[in-house]
């Protein structure tokens, strides 16, 4: 109820300005009440964006050794992630996201822990104590490829579920990397 109030006020009247007396007035309990069960005003739309993070990283790590660092971050976002989107949650948050300069910098942050923890995952994968810069690549490629796949569906550029949109991603990726190396090799 209460994520449903704040998202109805950040859509009528702004994420900046709503506060968390109207947010609590709005489902009739107090500001005590609301910070039971949220510590900001922010993780309304935030909060149901990392719980699933242990998951994925061990996921990621009970993946196949033979299989790439990519594969196994794909099969773990198909697994974990995608079954684990709300559809109306997820678009309401990106609106509130999209119109609120405050809450692109928090979701920027949020995805600087999704990449450390994929990252994290990768490495241990390979048996480094930390990232190197394969790792790094790979985890950044595979959360835009996310990302972007999760920006299209709320767009409804394609009219898709969240699991094809994530796999035309990570297709639409593995025909641009042939392409690439295709191109690379005549060059060197």
Not at 53 to 73: C, D, K, N, Q, Y
Not at 86 to 101: I, K, M, Y
Not at 113 to 123: F, R, S, V
């Amino acid at each position: 109820m209460i994520e449903e109030a704040a998202l109805d006020l950040f859509a009528s009247q702004g994420y900046e300005a709503t506060t968390v007396e109207q947010i609590a007035a709005q489902v009739e309990i107090s500001t005590t009440t609301f910070f039971r069960y949220f510590p900001s005003k922010a993780d309304v739309v935030l909060c149901q964006q990392d719980g699933h993070l242990p998951e994925l990283r061990r996921v990621i790590l009970s993946r196949p050794a033979s299989e790439s660092g990519l594969a196994a971050v794909r099969h773990a976002m198909l697994q974990v992630w995608v079954p684990n989107v709300d559809p109306e949650h997820t678009l309401r948050a990106g609106l509130a996201v999209a119109n609120s300069a405050t809450l692109r910098g928090l979701y920027n942050d949020l995805n600087r822990t999704w990449l450390d923890g994929i990252a994290e995952a990768l490495a241990e994968r390979k048996g480094l104590s930390s990232p190197d810069e394969e790792v790094m690549i790979t985890a950044r490629v595979a959360l835009g490829v996310f990302n972007e796949a999760i920006r299209a569906w709320g767009n409804g550029e394609c009219g898709e579920t969240v699991d094809t949109m994530v796999e035309r991603g990570f297709a639409a990726l593995t025909r641009l990397c042939a392409e690439w190396g295709a191109e690379w090799a005549r060059t060197v």
